[in-house]
């Protein structure tokens, strides 16, 4: 889930929104992808910064296209 | 490829903890604070020291402000000093893009390196290559002699093991008018007599050195002394944040703006001028005719190419005709141009009817500062809906379709120039004497104004966006043509 709020599509999470396109064709099938509206992490103290990304339930800060696809790829071997 | 980078998060982070600091009137007195707060002690430095990081976002603060960094007379002021200076109204120039001297890295101008990945072979094709004898072998590894090479690049080519790298300078490879060069301490000088603002530079720098000096205080100030705000959306805006329109004209209502307008409103009018004057023109002889609604492509006519400027269209730009009615509905109001690109800065500066402006990013920002989600924001039904055409005019294309649609009788065959590069560049300088068209369509940047160097959305996202608004907006009428 990628927070399409606009406190993280400023500060990077406009790139993210064509995150789907940079998952290798293989594990298209198996990744879903949605955007969401502000995950409310922006807010309190101590999250972490934008832009967030929600991978099942783990939170990513900061979130790039690579570290997205690192938790992704860690989530699908658990 | 990411389009985003830290340079820009880090200025975005800025510009929302300035627009916080205004909207609690807290600004003279905490600014000084924030080099700190953004690199507290203790923490990595991305330069070499904290103290250097701070420096630089001093200065980064200080075009946010308004300021040109070049006029700094002491080191000494504050920011503070700089925040009285702007909220007491000073004058401005026309310079938009400024240098922060700290943060230019003086990349080095060499352009050609051996790299010490050299293995000192025997064929040594890079000797054998080279016109200018401007390599020599000692230590067992190829050394260029920089006073001999005229950086054609073929040790690069032969090189066996690539051990020959090209290093750019990243702000000068991209200016299409070598208007950035080193001043004698290696740092980086726009020369305002060639520069036409087109912000490539800016986007291009890895230090973040280049900076635009915003026009947020002088808004703020605007409000506060009682004017009236209003709002000029570019119509590129369409395609930003996600969002739709509907939302995005209401946020500027929460944000403050007592009235709001579409550019694209203004577009219609563009459109109507332009194929009657393409009209015109062509029955009068004239072989083709240049669009005129960038205005950095008319910089680069009136700097670089004055023998195009016959050809370009006096037709004005939708921004001034929306501003223009703007100002006859309300004489008194503080008129801002909500923009895309830098180069739209230096026009509404020489525009008659506007007065500030507001990138897309500071923009962003103060929705930010604001905690505002345009996700949560109520759309604003009702006002004026641009046509389809006027909206079209944010992409590369959409002006000459857009001209297409009215210019009765007139057979168009044109050329889209896509973006100013050097290659564009001669393409421009040869059009006078060989052009065979009719007419040409210039957008200074890839994509038109959606690529601009403000925007937020990556451009093919924005495209979509815009092809959504134009898909919901009607066609353009003839009746809407003035007389």
Redesign the interface.
């Known amino acids: 889930m990628i927070c399409a709020g606009t406190h993280c599509y400023l500060m990077g999470g406009a790139e993210l929104q064509l995150f789907h396109e940079y998952l290798p064709a293989g594990l298209r099938d198996s990744v879903i992808v949605t955007g969401s509206p502000c995950l409310g992490n922006c807010n309190c103290e101590g999250s972490g910064k934008p832009p967030f990304v929600m991978v099942n339930d783990i939170i990513v800060e900061q979130a790039t296209i690579q570290s997205l696809l690192e938790v992704v790829n860690a989530e699908l071997k658990n | 490829m990411?389009?985003?980078n830290n340079a820009m998060?880090i200025r975005?982070?800025l510009l929302t903890r300035i627009i916080k600091l205004m909207e609690r009137e807290e600004l003279e007195k905490k600014i000084d604070r924030i080099p700190l707060e953004v690199r507290p002690r203790g923490e990595d430095s991305v330069r070499c020291c904290v103290h250097k990081d701070r420096a630089v976002l001093k200065y980064k603060l200080m075009a946010i402000l308004g300021f040109n960094i070049a006029d700094e007379t002491d080191e000494l002021t504050p920011l503070s000093e700089y925040v009285r200076m702007a909220y007491n109204g000073r004058s401005q120039s026309d310079v938009v893009l400024t240098v922060v001297d700290e943060a230019c890295s003086s990349c080095r101008q060499t352009s050609y390196e051996v790299s010490n990945l050299c293995r000192g072979c025997v064929a040594r094709p890079c000797i054998n290559n080279c016109p200018k004898d401007a390599i020599r072998f000692f230590n067992g590894q190829a050394h260029i002699d920089h006073k001999a090479c005229v950086n054609c690049g073929k040790c690069l080519k032969m090189c066996p093991f690539h051990a020959i790298v090209y290093m750019p300078v990243p702000c000068e490879e991209v200016c299409p008018v070598n208007a950035i060069k080193k001043n004698d301490r290696g740092v980086e000088y726009i020369d305002p007599a060639k520069c036409i603002n087109c912000g490539k530079c800016m986007i291009a720098c890895p230090f973040g050195a280049i900076m635009e000096k915003s026009n947020l205080v002088d808004i703020f100030r605007n409000k506060i002394e009682g004017k009236k705000l209003i709002a000029l959306l570019a119509p590129a805006i369409a395609g930003q944040?996600?969002s739709d329109i509907q939302r995005i004209r209401s946020s500027f209502h929460m944000l403050g703006f007592d009235y709001v307008y579409e550019v694209a409103e203004g577009a219609e009018q563009t459109i109507f001028n332009e194929a009657a004057e393409l009209k015109e023109r062509l029955e009068e002889g004239q072989p083709f005719m240049t669009t005129s609604c960038c205005p950095g492509y008319t910089s680069l006519v009136d700097k670089h190419i004055p023998a195009l400027k016959p050809f370009v269209s006096h037709t004005r730009s939708p921004m001034h005709y929306m501003a223009k009615k703007a100002r006859e509905e309300h004489q008194d109001a503080c008129i801002v141009f909500v923009s895309p690109c830098p180069a739209k800065k230096w026009e509404v500066y020489h525009d008659s009817y506007t007065d500030y402006t507001l990138s897309f990013?500071e923009y962003?920002?103060w929705?930010?500062a604001r905690?505002?989600?345009?996700?949560?924001i109520e759309p604003l039904e009702g006002g004026y809906t641009p046509a389809a055409e006027a909206r079209g005019f944010a992409t590369s294309g959409g002006v000459t379709a857009a001209v297409k649609k009215v210019a009765e009788g007139v057979n168009i065959n044109e050329t889209i120039i896509n973006g100013i590069d050097k290659a564009a560049l001669r393409q421009l300088k040869n059009m006078p004497r060989n052009y065979q068209g009719n007419f040409v369509e210039v957008m200074t940047c890839e994509n038109g104004c959606i690529g601009g160097c403000n925007v937020?959305?990556?451009p093919?996202?924005a495209a979509k966006k815009i092809q959504e608004a134009m898909e919901n907006a009607p066609g353009i009428l003839a009746e809407k043509a003035l007389p």
Do not use: Y
């Open positions: 990411s389009v985003t998060i975005r982070d944040f996600g990013e962003g920002a929705l930010v905690q505002l989600d345009l996700n949560d937020i959305s990556n093919r996202l």
